[in-house]
């Protein structure tokens, strides 16, 4: 999949580095469904960006003026997968016919309106976020 950076996004994510001291790996802006910026983070843990009591992350968002998701970045498509989900994956699985790669995860039935997230919101990002760093082009939720 090809990624379209803008001069504005790399200002952002620039400033996003400089703010969370870490390294964005991806970054886009979700109108979609609300006014938000998702970055993917290379570091050790999220506490490490978000700060004490969420300081670290409250500033960014204030700066930004916008509400900011962090999903920690690995080059392991499943656990990037569990990084992206608010809930454990029961099963895991990729397939590719034709070309085209396919992930199907399942999750615990008292989990599966969390992994969709209001709106489906929450899958929608994640299928967005295996798509531009991996080259996911569906996500299917069982």
């Known amino acids: 999949m090809k990624i379209t950076i803008s001069h504005e996004d790399i200002q952002t994510m620039a400033l996003f580095e400089k703010m969370a001291k870490t390294v964005v790996v991806d970054y886009y802006k979700n109108t979609e469904d609300g006014d938000e910026l998702i970055f993917v983070v290379k570091c050790r843990s999220l506490s490490d960006v978000v700060g004490p009591q969420g300081k670290r992350i409250k500033e960014i968002q204030s700066r930004f ?49 969390l992994a969709i997230g209001r709106g489906g919101k929450t899958i929608k990002n994640a299928a967005t976020l295996l798509k531009r760093i991996f080259g996911i082009e569906d996500l299917k939720l069982l």
């Open 65 to 113: 003026g916008r509400d900011i998701k962090v999903f920690k970045y690995s080059s392991e498509i499943k656990e990037f997968a569990e990084n992206v989900l608010p809930v454990p994956l029961k099963s895991f699985e990729i397939s590719e016919k034709g070309g085209k790669k396919t992930v199907k995860i399942s999750v615990e039935q008292k989990d599966k309106s």
